[in-house]
Structure formats: structure tokens, C-alpha cells
């Protein structure tokens, strides 16, 4: 599975998980429809999952006008995932974490997700930087 595929795939999980309030296995099982998982999708969502409580924190941190809680479900999973790769996956630099964030969001947010989801992890880059 491409990584970009595996970040699409755990979207799909953390949105069914937060949604359906399904368990992890069950929705990551839900999203691959049969087919063979992936390691790295996996770790997505489970570090996620994992790591939300610092994750949430450093998004709210980051937030203009909004509350992580008013966010559309996409978009506040997007940034989730985006964080997660941003603080601890090593082999992924936190700019293509970024991007690739961007064009998910172009694929399954709405008009304004893929700004919004830039400006938001901007803010949190420049947060880590210091």
C-alpha cells in the first residue's frame, strides 16, 4: 500500500472510530474491505489513537477562532494524523507530512479543508521549530 493510500485508509478509520464509535481492529478491518493491511497504515491509526491526548493538545494550541471540538470530523482527523507524523515518525519530514495532509484534505474535505489544514499545521511547525 502507497502511503498515501495508507493515509487515506487510516482517515477512513479514525472518522469511523469517532463516528460509529467502532474499536480500532474493527474499523481498521472495516476500511480495508478484505484486502491486506499495511504496517504503516496501521501505525497511523494506532499511534494516533495512542498519542491523542498531546496531539489534541498541540492542535488546540495552534487554533484561531475555532475549538478542536467545532472542527469538521475530517479536517480534525486530518490535522490528528498530520500531527501524528510531524512528532514521531522520523522517516517522514514534517514538510511531505504537510503536504500530504494538504492533498488529502483536497480529495475528501470541503472547499476551504486544504487552507485550513495548511494554516493549522504551519502554525504547529513553526510551534516545533522554536
Do not use: C, H
Not at 481492529?25 to 491526548?53: M, P, Q, W
Request: charged share 35%; aromatic share 6%; glycine share 4%.
Amino acid at each position: 500500500m502507497k502511503r498515501r493510500t495508507a493515509r487515506e485508509k487510516a482517515l477512513q478509520a479514525l472518522y469511523t472510530i469517532e463516528i460509529g464509535k467502532s474499536e480500532p481492529r474493527e474499523a481498521i478491518e472495516s476500511v480495508l474491505n478484505g484486502k491486506e493491511s499495511d504496517e504503516y497504515f496501521e501505525t497511523l491509526v494506532t499511534g494516533t489513537i495512542e498519542n491523542k491526548a498531546e496531539i489534541d493538545g498541540l492542535i488546540r494550541k495552534n487554533l484561531e477562532s475555532w475549538t478542536l471540538e467545532r472542527l469538521a470530523n475530517i479536517d480534525r482527523n486530518l490535522l490528528r494524523i498530520a500531527v501524528y507524523e510531524m512528532l514521531y515518525s522520523e522517516d517522514v519530514p514534517v514538510s511531505v507530512a504537510m503536504d500530504e495532509s494538504i492533498e488529502v484534505a483536497k480529495k475528501f474535505g470541503d472547499d476551504g479543508s486544504s487552507r485550513f489544514v495548511n494554516a493549522v499545521l504551519s502554525k504547529i511547525k513553526d510551534s516545533l521549530d522554536q
